[in-house]
């Protein structure tokens, strides 16, 4: 494994992470709260992100 592909599935890894936290706060505070619409945009950001990751490499 070359050290990008390294970079790319420790970014992958940190991304799940992230989501994780995130799905945890719209499940904790609902998805009509304000907190809640909020992670929903982060996770579609985040999953993007991550979909454009696994597509690299």
């Not at 904790?28 to 696994?54: D, I, Y």
């Amino acid at each position: 494994m070359d050290p990008d592909q390294a970079n790319t599935s420790i970014d992958i890894q940190v991304i799940d992470k992230m989501m994780d936290r995130w799905r945890l706060r719209l499940l904790t505070h609902g998805a009509a709260s304000e907190l809640g619409m909020e992670a929903t945009r982060q996770l579609s950001k985040l999953e993007a992100r991550k979909e454009h990751l696994s597509a690299q490499s």
